[in-house]
Structure formats: C-alpha cells, structure tokens
C-alpha cells in the first residue's frame, strides 16, 4: 500500500481486539490530520468488522485477523483480513436488510458499516477471506 499513510495490524480476533484496533486506527488517522468524522467512521467500521470476523468466522474463538489502511489526498482505504470459512459478503448484506430475520436483535452492523463507505467488497484469495471498503475524500 502506498500513499500518505498507510498501516497494518495483526492481531488474534478475540473479544477485546476489536476495540484495541479500532482505537489504533483512530490514534492513526489523527496523526495523519483526518477529520474526526473519518477517524470515528473508520474505527467503528474496524471494530465491527474485527468483532464479525471473531463471533462468525471464527465462532467465538481465536484466529488471525489483519488490519490494513490507507489514506492517499484523494481516499481512505480500509480492509480487514481473516482466514475463516469462505462467506458471501452480498448475501450477508441482503440478510440484515431483512427485519424478520433479525428479530432477536442486532445483525444491523455490516449495512451500518457499508453506508459509512462509498464501496465495500467481499473477497476471497485462496484461504484468506478480505473485506475492503473505500471512502473518497475530495
């Protein structure tokens, strides 16, 4: 990754590293001048989908997770990587749309986090399941 910043992080998803990364990307894009809204989008994007990658893929256990970002003058961009089962990122969209599927409550977070974002993708290379979203910043 190239640009005017850009990090990554691994981590083990557990319970408590979602909120460890998110606040490592805050503390991140702060140093690289981002506005507040930027910084609280992309950390509450990191942390839902570190916490998803450990509840879903992982089911409640551990595995590896990596975080990498970007800022470049024109767009900030954000993917999280897990090695889980392979998972349909659109169907998992389309299922939180559907609020009879979620009467139990929660499973609003992934469509939260896509209408963050300008784009959000869902892809999957060999073992690795990534998921990338993009924000443009002009």
């Known amino acids: 990754m190239s640009g005017l910043g850009w990090l990554e992080l691994k981590a083990s998803a557990e319970l408590s590293a979602g909120g460890v990364l998110a606040r490592l990307v805050d503390v991140a894009l702060a140093g690289l001048e981002c506005e507040a809204s930027l910084c609280h989008d992309a ?7 570190v916490n998803n990658v450990h509840e879903h893929e992982y089911a409640g256990g551990r595995g590896p997770v990596v975080v990498r970002l970007r800022r470049s003058s024109a767009e900030l961009e954000l993917e999280v990587e897990s090695e889980g089962p392979p998972f349909d990122l659109q169907a998992a969209l389309d299922a939180e749309r559907d609020p009879l599927a979620n009467l139990e409550g929660g499973g609003f977070g992934l469509n939260l986090v896509a209408a963050l974002f ?6 999957r290379d060999g073992e690795v399941n990534r998921i990338r979203l993009s924000k443009s910043l002009t």
């Open 43 to 49: 950390s509450l994007a990191v942390a839902e989908l």
């Open 118 to 123: 300008d784009s959000i993708q869902g892809l």
